[in-house]
C-alpha cells in the first residue's frame, strides 16, 4: 500500500491525505482571521491553492504530511493535522490548523492523538514538536492535553524568522509511558 492510500479513523474523525475536493473548506480558513492569526495570516484564494498544495505535495516527496481531517458525520474537511517537516525547521513537528467551525469539539485532540500515534509508530520519529506562537493559548493548552511540555523558545526558517515561538514537544517515550 502506498502512503498516499494511508487512512487513519477515530471515533469521529477520518484522516486521509488532502483531496481537490477539501480545497473549499481550506480557502475558507485561509480566509478567516481568527483562524489564521497564529499560522501566518490569511490568504487569498490563489495564495491558498499554492498552499493547499503543499500537503499533498510533501506526501510525494517527503512520504507524510499534514492529514486533511474530515468529519464524518458531515464527510467536512474540518482542517489539517500531522506530521510537518519543512526545510530549515526546528524539530519533526505535529502540528494543527482547524477551521473555527471545528472549534471546541474536541476534534484537535482526537486527530493530533492519532496523528502522533502514526509519526512515531509509521515514521519511526523520535521526538514530535509543536511550534507554537506566545499568544496561542489554545494551541498551548492542546501541547499540554498531549503530554508536550514548552522546551523555550526556537526559531523558525524565513520568511517566519520574526515570529517569537515557544517549542513545545515531547520523545517517543514520553508519549508511550503517558498512554500506558
Same mark, same amino acid.
Given at each position: 500500500? =502506498?502512503? #498516499? ?8 474523525? &477520518? &484522516? ?6 477539501? !480545497?473549499?473548506? !481550506? ?5 478567516? +482571521? ?5 499560522? $501566518? ?9 499554492? /498552499? !493547499? &498544495? ?8 517527503? $512520504?507524510?504530511?499534514? !492529514?486533511?481531517?474530515? +468529519? /464524518? =458525520? ?22 494543527? @490548523?482547524?477551521?473555527?467551525a471545528a472549534w471546541g469539539k474536541g476534534y484537535a485532540f482526537e486527530a493530533a492523538e492519532a496523528a502522533i500515534d502514526? @509519526?512515531?509508530?509509521?515514521? $519511526? ?5 509543536? =511550534?507554537?506562537? #506566545?499568544?496561542?493559548?489554545? =494551541?498551548?493548552? #492542546?501541547?499540554?492535553?498531549l503530554g508536550s511540555h514548552n522546551k523555550g523558545r526556537g526559531k523558525l526558517p524565513a520568511p517566519f524568522e520574526d ?10 517515550? +514520553?508519549?508511550? @509511558?503517558? /498512554?500506558?
Open positions: 500500500m =502506498s502512503r #498516499l492510500d494511508t487512512r487513519i479513523e477515530t471515533d469521529r474523525l &477520518l &484522516l486521509r491525505v488532502q483531496r481537490a475536493e477539501d !480545497f473549499e473548506y !481550506f480557502a475558507e480558513l485561509q480566509r478567516d +482571521e481568527e483562524a489564521c492569526r497564529y499560522i $501566518g495570516g490569511t490568504s487569498p484564494r490563489a495564495a491558498a491553492w499554492r /498552499k !493547499f &498544495l503543499q500537503m499533498p505535495g510533501a506526501w510525494l516527496v517527503q $512520504g507524510f504530511g499534514m !492529514f486533511a481531517v474530515i +468529519e /464524518k =458525520s458531515t464527510n467536512q474537511w474540518v482542517g489539517n493535522i500531522g506530521p510537518w517537516y519543512p526545510e530549515g525547521w526546528p524539530g519533526t513537528e505535529v502540528g494543527w @490548523a482547524l477551521r473555527r502514526w @509519526a512515531f509508530e509509521e515514521l $519511526g520519529w523520535t521526538e514530535v514538536i509543536h =511550534s507554537i506562537d #506566545l499568544d496561542n493559548l489554545g =494551541s498551548q493548552q #492542546l501541547a499540554q492535553r515570529v517569537v515561538i515557544d517549542i513545545w514537544g515531547q520523545t517517543r517515550d +514520553e508519549w508511550r @509511558a503517558r /498512554k500506558r
